[in-house]
């Protein structure tokens, strides 16, 4: 797997610049069809973008509660080096990685039916995991115990509708904002909140990477994401309708000597 200094220091950043990361739900997608690997979190703190990590193709972890950078680091670099989603679990749960205050979730492209989690003993009820085949979904400082489940069935759900991964993963963090969200936040249910996702061959930065952060004290962060969610998929479905354009009108123009029509009379012009 290339992975360019960009996206290098766009690790370092992530890693190093948002420590300590805190999470109140996240959910991690694989979808083998596309390969794309998404993630999306909420929480009641100024931002929750850090808690997650995806190698393009591979993998992705997350590192939440009282999220070390370390151990989302080190789990980070055995993913590059091949190590299952159960090696890096038992490395992150030595005593140097503080593990009883933290939640984490990995999983791989070689073997998406089986994310591997863990809930520290000393992360904030309500907290667990509930996982899936290519779905791992995990909170803490949830308002209540079925928050979990519903976000759970939100992603199952969304997959089996066969919907693209960027939109099983809105659905699912919109689902825990419905059951309850943070509860700190009250009716904000979270303050930050983002979507991240891969697609394989992502080597600069990720293809949809959408943030909102804690700026203030009353922003819905989830329904802002929301917002700049759909405005993202209408820029796409744009972008795609005038590639389709331009390939229709490279199809269905005349060719006159191997040139397009258009092409030549633009040379007649000129001439």
């Known amino acids: 797997m290339k992975i360019t200094r960009q996206l290098w220091f766009s690790i370092f950043l992530v890693t190093v610049l948002y420590l300590p990361s805190f999470a109140t739900w996240s959910i991690i997608v694989i979808d083998p069809k596309t390969k794309k690997i998404g993630i999306a979190g909420a929480s009641c703190t100024p931002s929750v ?30 993913m590059m080096d091949g190590a299952t989603p159960a090696a890096i679990l038992e490395k992150l749960r030595q005593p140097d990685f503080d593990p009883e205050q933290q939640q984490y979730a990995i999983i791989s492209m070689n073997d998406i039916g089986h994310p591997v989690t863990y809930t520290g003993t000393r992360t904030i009820s309500h907290a667990g995991t509930l996982t899936g085949n290519g779905i791992s979904v995990q909170g803490n400082m949830l308002t209540n115990p079925d928050e979990l489940q519903a976000i759970f069935d939100a992603a199952v759900k969304a997959q089996k509708d066969s919907l693209p991964i960027q939109d099983i993963l809105m659905l699912a963090l919109e689902a825990g904002a419905r059951s309850g969200g943070d509860k700190r936040c009250g009716e904000r249910k979270a303050s930050s909140a983002f979507v991240i996702v891969a697609k394989p061959d992502d080597v600069e930065k990720y293809w949809l990477s959408l943030i909102i952060y804690g700026n203030d004290d009353h922003t819905h962060a989830v329904e802002a994401l929301r917002q700049k969610f759909d405005a993202w998929k209408a820029k796409e479905k744009a972008n795609d309708n005038t590639q389709s354009l331009r390939g229709l009108l490279n199809n269905s123009v005349p060719v006159v000597g191997g040139v397009p029509f258009f092409k030549l009379i633009k040379n007649i012009k000129k001439s």
């Open 49 to 78: 973008y850090g808690i997650g990590l995806i190698l393009p193709g591979k993998g992705a972890i997350v590192v939440q509660a009282n999220g070390n950078p370390l151990a989302r680091l080190q789990g980070f670099r055995m």
